[in-house]
Structure formats: C-alpha cells, structure tokens
C-alpha cells in the first residue's frame, strides 16, 4: 500500500513542532520567513498533501459544492457549469460536477453521495420533478439552488428563466415570418420546461387568432440530437406538412435540421425552424440557427452566489430568492433572418 506522508513527518524532517506546520499551512504570517521556507521545503521534499477530510473535520464545513445536471453532453449544463465554478474558485471552492442523465433514480444516488461526503451545498436542476428526491435530501441540513427549475412544492432559493415567454417569441417570430401550421417538438412532457415552452407558443397562437389545433406536438424521449433525428423523420411523413417547427433545446433542432438536410427539404426555404437555449453550435450550424437565448453563464453564477450566501458566515440573514430571467430570440437563417445574428425587436439585445 502507498505510505501517505503526515504532518507528524514534515515536522520532524524541519525540525519544528506539529502546531508550527499547522501554522504555516492555515497561518503563514504567523511564522517566521527562515521557519516558513524550511518547512515549505520539507513538504515539497516529502510531497506532503493536507488531508482535506481531516480539515473539514476540524472547520466543520467543506469546501466542495456539488452541481448536479440533466445532461453533460448538453452545452447549455457545460455553460451553467462554468459560471457556477468562477464564482466558486473566487471563494476558494471547488465544484463536484454529476450528471443525473434526467434519471431520478441516479440523481437520488447522487444526492445521497452528497449527504455521505456533507459537502457544502448543492446545485441541482431536478430530474425527479414530484421533489421527493430533494424533499429526502433536506433531512441533512445541507442548502440547495435550483438551476433551470422550479419545484413550487420545495422550498429553497432557485434561478431559472421564463420558458412561457421564450416559448412566445420563438413562435411569435415565426407566425411574423407568415407561418401559420406550426410543428412543436418538445422532449418529454413530464420536463415543466417543456410544458412551459409548449404553453407560450399556444399562446403566441391565441395572440395571433389562430387555433391551438395549429401546433402540431411531436415529443422525443429524450432533448438530444438523435431524438431530434427521428422526431424529423416523423415530422416528414405529415401531409401536409407544417411550415415551421419550434423545438424545446438546440440539441433537438440540431437534429431535425440534419433529418430535413437528409431529405433534400431545405431550411428554411421549406420548412422554418427555431430552436432553443443558443448554444455555441447554433450559430456554427450548416444554416444558423434562430433559438431563444438563455443566459446560461449567468444563471450559473447567480446560483452559485445565492448557495454561498446561504452557506456563509452571514447565512442567518439569508433569505430564499426565485430569480428569473428574461429569455431573448436571437434571429438567424434558419427562419430567414439576417446572415449575421440579431436580437428580435424588443427582445432585450
């Protein structure tokens, strides 16, 4: 078995007492510079690690927040990820990142390994959307952030956009375009954003006079690519078919512009399409993508100011916040707008 060096060793190998190596990792100004550089060089020499559970142990509270997503492979998780760790390595933190893979069984394992590790607090976008798993997880006193979810039945702080409004402009800007049959393609229904995305493009329907019969629903399985691929597949076999398609993430409109590329229709000459969230590959797609922006980054951040707060030394003054923030179109080729990317008029860009 490997040897893992100790204090007890680095103190003997400076010459020093326990207390002062203690000193020098936690207090250096406490120590002499001649006393500090001997014992710095002792634990380069013994490549001496601080144990960080012995640490916490002692401070009573970690220095590990965990963030628990959907999907990894979703670049929209990968930007919330990272304004989340900025605001984390400023505070001397670091980030436990999970993927739930939108399982509730997997993000309850996960939860659980939190609890077992008491790690400072959790980021979490819920895959289990009855808050059974969270209602668990509250027996262990540790704080949580909703990102990119609300579950009214749980109390706690959460941060989230307003998916009814993105869902009202994206179909809003395409009824403008002269599109009247509309197609929907949403990843599962039992996802509140899904519903939420579904419910503003009804109502940019209404908005308009036409009937909610004008949308036409194709739910994936899943917000990914393939699922986006055969959720085209299908939409192709429709006579007539629809003008233009919404579809509830990137991943999803990704997919269908493959499936219509793939059957010589041509976007957006034929068919129309909007997607959502913006990620990075929208604008890098063979005909960029109009989707509605989600400011991810931010939403990361925001998050993780709010856990820190609640974790903090003044946490007896924190109070739960719901943040929500203003979804905003940002207008390409894929419904005929401007070769370079443009904000809707009054989306806020």
């Known amino acids: 078995m490997a040897h893992t060096v100790g204090i007890k060793e680095v103190a003997r190998q ?17 120590v002499a510079e001649e006393t500090r550089e001997r014992v710095q060089a002792a634990i380069e020499e013994l490549g001496y690690v601080r144990s960080e559970s012995a640490r916490q142990l ?8 965990a963030l628990l997503v959907l999907d990894m492979t979703n670049p929209f998780f990968v930007d919330v990820a990272s304004g989340a760790e900025r605001v984390a390595r400023a505070s001397d933190l ?13 993000e309850a394992d996960y939860l659980s390994l939190f609890a077992e590790q008491r790690v400072r607090g959790v980021l979490v976008t819920p895959a289990d ?4 798993n969270i209602t668990d997880f509250r027996r262990h006193q540790i704080p949580f952030v909703f990102v990119d979810r609300v579950l009214p039945s749980v109390e706690g702080c959460s941060v989230s956009v307003d998916d009814v409004e993105g869902g009202t402009l994206a179909v809003r800007h395409l009824i403008e375009q002269g599109h009247t049959a509309v197609a929907y ?3 599962p229904m039992s996802l509140k ?3 939420d995305r579904r419910e503003g493009a009804l109502a940019a329907l209404a908005e308009a006079g036409l009937e ?16 986006g691929r055969e959720a085209g597949a299908r939409l192709l076999e429709l006579s007539p078919r629809p003008t233009a398609v919404f579809c509830a993430n990137d991943l999803l409109a990704l997919g269908v512009l493959q499936a219509l590329f793939a059957a010589g229709v041509k ?22 993508l109009t989707s509605v922006r989600q400011p991810a980054v931010q939403m990361g951040r925001q998050a993780a100011e709010l856990l820190l707060e609640e974790t903090g030394e003044h946490s007896g003054r924190h109070r739960h916040q719901r943040i929500v923030f203003a979804p905003q179109l940002v207008v390409r080729e894929s419904t005929g707008g401007a070769r370079r990317g443009r904000a809707a008029p009054g989306s806020g860009l």
């Open 58 to 65: 002692r401070a009573g509270q970690s220095r590990i927040i």
């Open 193 to 195: 954003q899904c519903r």
């Open 212 to 227: 909610h019969q004008s949308l036409r629903q194709f739910e994936a399985g899943r917000l990914d690519v393939p699922s």
């Open 267 to 288: 976007v957006p000459g034929d068919i129309a399409l909007v997607g959502y969230d913006d990620i990075e590959f929208a604008a890098a797609a063979a005909v960029p």
């Open 129 to 132: 959307m009855t808050g059974r």
């Open 14 to 30: 400076a010459g020093v007492s326990v207390g002062t190596v203690s000193n020098v990792i936690n207090r250096p100004h406490m």
């Open 185 to 187: 393609v949403s990843g």
């Open 94 to 106: 670091g980030v436990m990142l999970c993927n739930s893979a939108q399982s509730p069984s997997e």
